[in-house]
């Protein structure tokens, strides 16, 4: 069951009735379209971690956001931006720090695969814990 639906509706003859233009379910973290001219509905469902949980926290903490943007028809825009933003992000922390981190370059330069990797991983999740506090929990 979709919490989020657009005020703005449009009549679905397959199921004779009227249906909202646009639907979002934070549990299922999908986003619905139904497009007039096709009849035909449409989903995009997202899969990372972090669009799932800046949903849930935007249902309890700013649910009005969430509403404007699925009753404007934005909410599949905006999803998309933060996925770009988010991942972006993160990839520039790992990057900076692969290039500063001394430990790191000992271990390239050792060819030691075992440690980069562990490094690199390790740079991941500290940039997650940094990026999800400024851009995901917002």
């Not at 720090?97 to 001394?102: E, G, L, R, V, Y």
Request: hydrophobic share 35%; net charge positive; with cysteine.
């Amino acid at each position: 069951m979709s919490r989020y639906k657009s005020e703005q509706t449009t009549y679905n003859s397959l199921k004779k009735k009227y249906v909202p233009l646009w639907k979002l379910d934070t549990n299922i973290v999908t986003v619905t379209h139904f497009n007039a001219d096709t009849q035909i509905e449409e989903s995009k469902t997202y899969h990372t971690d972090f669009i799932r949980y800046h949903l849930h926290y935007s249902d309890s903490k700013c649910p009005d956001r969430l509403r404007r943007l699925v009753n404007e028809g934005k909410i599949i825009q905006y999803l998309d931006d933060m996925k770009l933003k988010v991942s972006e992000a993160i990839f520039r922390q790992v990057e900076h720090w692969k290039q500063t981190d001394s430990c790191y370059k000992k271990a390239v330069l050792s060819g030691d695969a075992e440690k980069i990797l562990g490094l690199e991983n390790c740079f991941v999740y500290m940039a997650r814990e940094a990026v999800f506090e400024c851009m995901v929990y917002i």
